[in-house]
Each structure stands twice: as structure tokens, then as C-alpha cells.
């Protein structure tokens, strides 16, 4: 997309707002759009915290390009949390606000607040429309119980209240930990409650997050190998290990890491060396992921089969997330982590499947917001990720 990033501050009527790379008819950026709701016009932009989620997407996509195009769940559902991870650590810069938290809060961060309510007035507007598409106090609560599930094993969509494998649903899994990682890092610093430590949190826990991003592969079971990563970085200079044990808690307590996994973390032999984070990267920025062609019949298109881009890259760390039942979940294979993401997509109507539709199985959603493409690429369906789609899309429901 080259150095700059535009912004589309108003692209219409919609209670929306999007990050796409361009290709789906709409030009590269970020975009936002405004919609009457009861008598009052609400702009998506006008939220810092939905304007800092579009940008997160920008962010991630230029430091793990690889992310865009993953054909996997959990990938998706990262970019959605790595955006309100990115409005958490934004909004702390400003230490105006950073004092007003404390005051809310006193001192402890990880309870329902300012911070954790994220984009409280588009979701105001979502539920008089879509009462349960939203949570009751804002679009996403980052303060949330929930744990970490097979998202193969969820419904491709659920009430707010529940998770299911829609990746702004699952997203909260990850941003929940993150919130209490942001808290206990808060007050292992063990000064006086201030906005400036709250600054200092936020930085430093950015950059483990970044480092994590860096180092983790692109596997289907991507939330465990982050936060391994994050870990791991979290066990090196600058840091001393004073933040290891905070990070392992927060990912085990829900089910991101397996206590096996946390186990195994603490035999890793440091790597990281130095007095500053290394940011490794696992897959530089031109590598793409390797492609998988999966069954096409069910998606009602005019071939046999479908290209798509897998979560296959070699791990590092032989960890998993936890099964609700004894021991860790087992992994996923590429292939049928991205049958299972493909599933969904179709399901959801999120394909514009253009030409390549069938005369008559052909299934094309008409008033569905379109995420995802179907080009054609020597002579094989592709399909190609366009945008990521801040799910407020309320007209094809
Ligand atoms: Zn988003």
C-alpha cells in the first residue's frame, strides 16, 4: 500500500467502518461512515477507540502480511483483537484519561471501565437495531470471562453473550488476557498508581505484544503460539522476568495456553539477548503462506476446487491451547483449519464469488458485506482476502 495509509473519514450510510488493501471496489485505507439512529447521526470515525481498531488492522498488516490472507480462524479473530488491543494501549497515552481510569478504577485496570468498554457509542447505536449483537454497555467489554475453545468446535454465529468462531466474537478471548497482562504489569510495578506508570505499562506491554507478532508462526492454532512468544519475550532483557509469570498466568487462566504448555515455556532456554527487544521474524515480509486447494462443490461455484492460502508455517514452540476436557486441545492441520474458516466465510455470505458462481447451485448472498474475493489465477479459483470488516454490518441481516 506504500508509506501512507488514507483515510476515508466518511464513505457512506452504514454503522460501519473497515480496513481494506483495495481490490474489493473500494479504494485502499481505512474507512468510516455515518447512520441516523433515532433521530441521531453517529460518524464511526468519531470514535478514538474504532478509529485505533482500523488503524490496528493497518498496523498488523504491514508488520505480518502473511495474517491477511490466512485462511483460519484464529487469524482473523488476532487482527480483530490485535485492533482493540491497539484502542486499549492508545487511549492510555492520554494522561488525562490514564487519570480518570485510576479514579474509576482505583489502580486496577482489568475491571469493567472507560478503557474496557470499547466503542461505547457505536454500540449504542448497533443495539437499538441489534440488541444482542453487541454487549449491553458498549460494542466490546474487554473485561470478559471468556475461555479459550476449539473455535471449530463454536457456531459460526452467536448472541453477544456467547462466543462463537465469528472472529470479533472470538476475538475477545485474546483481548481479555491481554487486559489482565496490561493490569497485572500495571501493578507489578509497585509505585504509586499513576497515569505516566500507566503510559509505561502500555508501552512496554506493546512492544511484547509486536515482539510476540514477530516471532509467532502462522499456524491454525495461532493464539497459543503468540502467546508463547509473547512469553518468551517477556523472559528476556529488558524485561528480567519480572513479567513472565504475569503473562503465563493471564494466557493459562484462559485456556490460551495449556498448563502443559506453560509448563514447557519454563524449561525454553532463553534467546533473547541484549539490552533491547529483538523483533524476529518468522516469516519476512515477502514470504506468502503456502496454498491448500480445498472442495469446492458445497460453495456452489462453477469448479471442482478452491485455492486458498493455510496457517502452515513451522512452529517453534510445541505448545497448544487447553481443551475443555483433561489436557491441551490437539492442533488442527492447515487444511482443515482453512475447510473449517471457508465454511464460515460462505455461510456468513462474506465471498463475492463474482463470475465464478454457479448457474444454478450458485449461492451469492446479494446484501451480505463482502470480505473475501474469488479471482481467477493460472487458470484456478483463487480466493483472495479484500478487506477486514469491523462487523457492523447490519443490512444483510
Ligand atoms: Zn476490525
Not at 441516523?36 to 485505533?52: I, K, L, M, Q
Not at 454497555?137 to 462466543?163: G, H, I, K, V
Amino acid at each position: 500500500m506504500g508509506k501512507f495509509l488514507p483515510v476515508h473519514v466518511d464513505s457512506g450510510v452504514d454503522l460501519n467502518a473497515f480496513y481494506t488493501r483495495g481490490g474489493g471496489g473500494e479504494p485502499p485505507g481505512l474507512h468510516f461512515f455515518h447512520e441516523a439512529v433515532t433521530g441521531r447521526v453517529y460518524f464511526s470515525g468519531e470514535s478514538p477507540d474504532v478509529a485505533c481498531h482500523e488503524m490496528g488492522h493497518g498496523v498488523l498488516d504491514a508488520i505480518r502480511p502473511q495474517l491477511f490472507d490466512a485462511q483460519t480462524i484464529e487469524a482473523a479473530a488476532f487482527h480483530e483483537s490485535f485492533g482493540d488491543m491497539s484502542a486499549l494501549l492508545s487511549v492510555l497515552q492520554v494522561q488525562s484519561f490514564g487519570q480518570a481510569l485510576l479514579n474509576e478504577t482505583g489502580g486496577t485496570i482489568n475491571h469493567a471501565s472507560r478503557l474496557s468498554r470499547l466503542a461505547e457509542q457505536l454500540g449504542a447505536a448497533i443495539r437499538v437495531q441489534h440488541p444482542d449483537a453487541v454487549d449491553r454497555d458498549c460494542l466490546r467489554n474487554a473485561c470478559n470471562s471468556f475461555f479459550y475453545r476449539d473455535p471449530q468446535t463454536l457456531p459460526p454465529s452467536a448472541p453477544a453473550s456467547q462466543l462463537s468462531s465469528e472472529p470479533h466474537s472470538f476475538s475477545r478471548v485474546f483481548t481479555g488476557a491481554f487486559l489482565d497482562a496490561l493490569a497485572g504489569i500495571f501493578r507489578v510495578q509497585g509505585k504509586t498508581p499513576s497515569p505516566e506508570g500507566l503510559v509505561k505499562a502500555s508501552q512496554e506491554l506493546g512492544q511484547i505484544l509486536v515482539g510476540g507478532v514477530l516471532g509467532a508462526p502462522v499456524v491454525p492454532d495461532y493464539y497459543s503460539q503468540v502467546a508463547a512468544h509473547m512469553v518468551q519475550i517477556a523472559d528476556g532483557a529488558p524485561f528480567g522476568r519480572k513479567y513472565r509469570d504475569i503473562l503465563k498466568s493471564c494466557f493459562v487462566r484462559r485456556g490460551i495456553l495449556s498448563l502443559q504448555a506453560a509448563a514447557t515455556l519454563s524449561s525454553v532456554k532463553r534467546r533473547i539477548v541484549g539490552s533491547s527487544v529483538r523483533l524476529e521474524r518468522a516469516g519476512s515480509e515477502g514470504r506468502k503462506l503456502p496454498t491448500a486447494s480445498i472442495s469446492a462443490a458445497q460453495y456452489g461455484l462453477n469448479r471442482a476446487a478452491l485455492k486458498v492460502y493455510t496457517a502452515g508455517e513451522p512452529k517453534r514452540f510445541a505448545v497448544t491451547s487447553s481443551s475443555l476436557t483433561l489436557g491441551p486441545v490437539e492442533p488442527r492441520s492447515p487444511q482443515n483449519a482453512a475447510e473449517s474458516y471457508t465454511e464460515d466465510l460462505f455461510q456468513r455470505g462474506h465471498v463475492d464469488v463474482g463470475a465464478h458462481a454457479h448457474r444454478v447451485a450458485g449461492l451469492t448472498h446479494p446484501f451480505s458485506f463482502k470480505t473475501h474475493m474469488i479471482v481467477e489465477e493460472n487458470g484456478e479459483l483463487l480466493l483472495k482476502r479484500t478487506t477486514f470488516d469491523c462487523g457492523f454490518d447490519h443490512k444483510g441481516n
